[in-house]
DNA sequence: TTTAAATCATACTAAATTAGTAGGAATTGA
DNA sequence: TCAATTCCTACTAATTTAGTATGATTTAAA
């Protein structure tokens, strides 16, 4: 499972650029601050999140980081998948060793971990990063 | 997030105690060889599994170890519980340096991680061991 | 045009966790 | 008695995570 600090930091950061949008770009020592996070790491979460689409940079003075969408188009799940590469609990089928080889009874459980990776991506996938700056309840069904 | 192959290996464990129910205790070795894992580090995780009082132990020669329930009356959150501690992702409130100290728009995404918490939770509540052994597709719903 | 504030990029390292070993004691059926 | 087994604790190797370090590049503003 691959759902570390990494993909919350990721998650916080973007919550609070969806917060100060209005204001310009808004530059890593600000969210560093205010999230307490540090400032390097926050680069190389941004770099990914850069790469991913998820937001675009100003370069030079006064710059910083904008949204690449507005707030009720970015889905959780797409923030994490960009830092954090997967929801996955299991990895069988690559090599024989590790995991599971798929035949017989080994893998009787193989099942339930492929269905709450979808459980958990399904959840990553309702909410919106809007939903997080408006500090509605989620998933109120 | 607390969710490692300790956790998978016992609830594997538990499956194949359960399929296995019927031939008396089912040592150790046995589980190890048809699972693939090592048999120290089984010994660990029956010792928590037995504490929780989801197993009872035949010591001595052609012992092992049998579920103290039926397989439908054990939960894989009771499993996972056992020998894994938790399923959180925040540990707010304890010290004010880790996790978020709850105040201010600091844990903007506090609630997020809490409800995914719930939401594996409430995951494993929903499946038995019995229903892994039944092999029949889990949550269809 | 200089400077300071910012991103960009990569490599390294320390800390923590996980996964697994080692070693031996206690128990008990055959 | 002996072999198979659980019981128990401590140790260690491997991996991953979290965070640092270093320095280059870009650009607004003084």
Redesign the pocket.
Known sequence: ?????????AVMAMADLASFKDQG???????SLRQN????????I??KL??NNL???????????KLELSPDEIKISNIISAV?EEVKMLNCKKDSK?GCNNKSSKCITHNLWDQLDQHINNFFEKVKLQDLVKKKQILNK
């Open positions: 499972m691959k759902l570390t600090t990494k993909g919350r930091y770009p808004v530059s890593l020592s600000d969210i996070i540090s400032l390097p790491y926050l680069e190389q941004f770099l850069k790469n937001v675009k940079s100003v370069r030079g003075a006064k710059g910083g980081y954090d590790k």
